[in-house]
T-cell receptor, first 114, second 111 residues
Framework: GAVVSQHPSWVICKSGTSVKIECRSLDFQATTMFWYRQFPKQSLMLMATSNEGSKATYEQGVEKDKFLINHASLTLSTLTVTSAHPEDSSFYIC??????????FGSGTQLSVL | GQQLNQSPQSMFIQEGEDVSMNCTSSSIFNTWLWYKQDPGEGPVLLIALYKAGELTSNGRLTAQFGITRKDSFLNISASIPSDVGIYFCAGQRYNNNDMRFGAGTRLTVKP
C-alpha cells in the first residue's frame, strides 16, 4: 500500500511552546491530507482537511489559530500546535487519500505537553 | 459529525476462535473500509469495499458491504495473538472528503 510518513513519533514539550508535526506521502502525490486527533481508547476525530495550495478546512470546534496547517507541496502537510497546553496532549494522526477513496495513515505522533 | 455505530466495543476471545464485528449507519455510504490499529501506531488498511453486497477476503479476514449500503461486517477466522488491536470501520461517500469512523472494537486474544 501507499506509504505515509509522519514525524516525529513522539514529542514532549513545555507548556507555551509550539510543536510542528510533518506528514509526507512518500510514493504518491496527495492533493488532500487529513489531520486527526485521538484520545486514549477513542476513535479518530477529524480536525481538518489540508488542501495543497489553499487554506485548510477545519472541523467545527477546532481552533484554526491554535492548530496551524500548511500544505505547501503535493507530498507534505504540516500541523503546528501553537502555544501548546497540557490539554493539547494527545495522539495526532495524518492521512492521505489515494485512488478509489482509499485512505492511508501515518504512524501517528504522541504529543505530551508538560 | 455523525460517527458510525460499531459493535462490539471490545472482545476477549481464545486463540483459534472466530471473531465478528460490524458497523451500521443511518446514512448510505459508497465505500466501506476496515482498519486495524496497534498501540501507538496509525491505522493500517485491511480491506476496502466498493459495491453493495461485495464480499472481500484478505487472508483470514473477510468483510462484506451490506446490501442496504448502511452496514458492513468484518470476520476474523482462527484468531491468533497478533490479531490483538483495535479495529475501526470507516465509511465514505462519493465526492466527499469526509470519512466517518466507528468507535472501534478492541480485540484481545488469549493464547
Amino acid at each position: 500500500g501507499a506509504v505515509v510518513s509522519q514525524h516525529p513519533s513522539w514529542v514532549i514539550c513545555k507548556s507555551g511552546t509550539s510543536v510542528k508535526i510533518e506528514c509526507r506521502s512518500l510514493d504518491f502525490q496527495a492533493t488532500t491530507m487529513f489531520w486527526y486527533r485521538q484520545f486514549p481508547k477513542q476513535s479518530l476525530m477529524l480536525m481538518a482537511t489540508s488542501n495543497e495550495g489553499s487554506k485548510a478546512t477545519y472541523e467545527q470546534g477546532v481552533e484554526k489559530d491554535k492548530f496551524l496547517i500548511n500544505h505547501a507541496s503535493l507530498t507534505l502537510s504540516t500541523l503546528t500546535v501553537t502555544s501548546a497546553h497540557p490539554e493539547d496532549s494527545s495522539f495526532y494522526i495524518c492521512s492521505a487519500r489515494v485512488r478509489r477513496e482509499k485512505l492511508f495513515f501515518g504512524s501517528g505522533t504522541q504529543l505530551s505537553v508538560l | 459529525g455523525q460517527q458510525l455505530n460499531q459493535s462490539p466495543q471490545s472482545m476477549f476471545i481464545q486463540e483459534g476462535e472466530d471473531v465478528s464485528m460490524n458497523c451500521t449507519s443511518s446514512s448510505i455510504f459508497n465505500t466501506w473500509l476496515w482498519y486495524k490499529q496497534d498501540p501507538g501506531e496509525g491505522p493500517v488498511l485491511l480491506i476496502a469495499l466498493y459495491k453493495a453486497g461485495e464480499l472481500t477476503s484478505n487472508g483470514r479476514l473477510t468483510a462484506q458491504f451490506g446490501i442496504t449500503r448502511k452496514d458492513s461486517f468484518l470476520n476474523i477466522s482462527a484468531s491468533i495473538p497478533s490479531d490483538v488491536g483495535i479495529y475501526f470501520c470507516a465509511g465514505q461517500r462519493y465526492n466527499n472528503n469526509d470519512m466517518r469512523f466507528g468507535a472501534g472494537t478492541r480485540l484481545t486474544v488469549k493464547p
